[in-house]
Every structure is written in structure tokens, then in C-alpha cells.
């Protein structure tokens, strides 16, 4: 039986990326640069970090990041909403006497501006950000260290995320794993499930017999 839950954020709990690539997709094209959003969103989805290298390394002057960050953050967080059924999901994880973790990249000031926007930072028991000093995924610390602090059963903790590095540091850390796809994409490592949408999820989650 499932009962609890490891969300990656961006991509997986929360549909952020259609935001980010537009605003730095604008944030390019101030500077000159005219860029493909496949190919913004296909490095975004590594890290953010390597999204900028990328640019500069091709002549982008730094000062475009400077006017992605400025625009990100005068974003208006309702552009950026939870995946429909995300709060529903957590909100039965938690009344079932579960718990939701959140692993992400993100740094902690913009997950907070989220979550509290969306009134869903009380759904979570631990949210592990940049800031807390793991080393990113795949490398699985992140995951082995929330499991022990918290307790958790690995065979009944499920793990969600829409990258590969996701689903490797949670098969690694010994979760079960399921892929969010939303562009029907496949992972590629072996996972417990592969779903589309959450409403899927809730009802593996309810019908799962371990």
C-alpha cells in the first residue's frame, strides 16, 4: 500500500515550466538572442544552472538572466499553478495519516511563494530545497536522509518526478517510482508507473494492493 508521497516540484507538483521558458525565452530575445522553446525547456529540465551556461556560451550577454530574475519575480504566482488534483492528492495523503515530501532543486524562497499561495505548505512534512545542501539528484542523499529523519517505509513511499534524475535518485534511495510524463516522453530506467496526469496517480494510489 502507498502512503506516502516524494515529490520532485517543478514539472511534477507544480506546472511551472510553460512560465519560466516563456519569461526566458523574452529575457533572450531583449538581449538578441532569438532561442526555440523545445530547446529552453528540453535544458531547463536538467538544471537552470546549465540553461545559462548554455546562452552565454553562445555570446548572450549576462545581463539577460539578470532580466529573467527580475521578471520572475514580478510573476504572478497564479501562472504557475499546482497540477490539477495535486492538492487533492496531497490533502488524502495527509488525512490517511501519511506524509508528502517535496525534493527539488528550487530554492526556497520561490517553493515557500508557491505553496503559500496556493495554501498548500501544511499539506507537507519536510520540503528539502537548494538551499539545504544535498547534492543534486540523481544523487540519491537527499532521499536516503528524508526517508531515515522521517521514518518512512520505503516499499509504501512513492516517488514522483518528470525528469529521469528524479526517478534514478528515488529507485536508488529504494522508493518506488512513478514518471510523470506530460509530453509522452518515457523514462529511461525502469519505473513502478508512468502516468500523464494526476488523477491517474490517485487512482493507483488507491488501488494498489501492496
Known amino acids: ?3 506516502n508521497l516524494i515529490w520532485d516540484f517543478d514539472g511534477s507538483l507544480f506546472n511551472t515550466y510553460p512560465a519560466m521558458v516563456r519569461l526566458f525565452k523574452q529575457a533572450l530575445a531583449i538581449h538578441g538572442c532569438d532561442a526555440y522553446e523545445d530547446e529552453i525547456l528540453s535544458l531547463m529540465k536538467e538544471t537552470l544552472g546549465k540553461t545559462v551556461d548554455f546562452y552565454l ?21 497564479v501562472e504557475q499553478p499546482p497540477f490539477d488534483g495535486a492538492r487533492d492528492l496531497c490533502s488524502r495523503i495527509k488525512r ?18 508557491l505553496l503559500n499561495y496556493f495554501d498548500m505548505t501544511s499539506l507537507f512534512s519536510e520540503i528539502v530545497t537548494r538551499e539545504s545542501g544535498f547534492k543534486r539528484k540523481p544523487n540519491p542523499d537527499a532521499f536516503i536522509s528524508t526517508i531515515r529523519r522521517h521514518r518512512l517505509e520505503p516499499a509504501s513511499t512513492l516517488s514522483i518526478g518528470d525528469r529521469d534524475l528524479d526517478v534514478m535518485a528515488a529507485r536508488d534511495a529504494g522508493t518506488r517510482t512513478c514518471f510523470f510524463s506530460q509530453d509522452g516522453s518515457k523514462p529511461s530506467i525502469d519505473v513502478d508507473y508512468i502516468v500523464d496526469d494526476l488523477l491517474q496517480l490517485e487512482r493507483i494510489i488507491q488501488e494498489d494492493p501492496l
Open 1 to 3: 500500500m502507498i502512503e
Open 57 to 77: 556560451d553562445r555570446g548572450v550577454d549576462y545581463a539577460f538572466y539578470k532580466d529573467f530574475k527580475r521578471m520572475e519575480e514580478e510573476l504572478n504566482p
Open 96 to 113: 490517511d495519516g501519511g506524509k508528502n515530501l517535496i525534493i527539488t532543486h528550487r530554492a526556497r524562497r520561490t517553493t515557500f511563494k
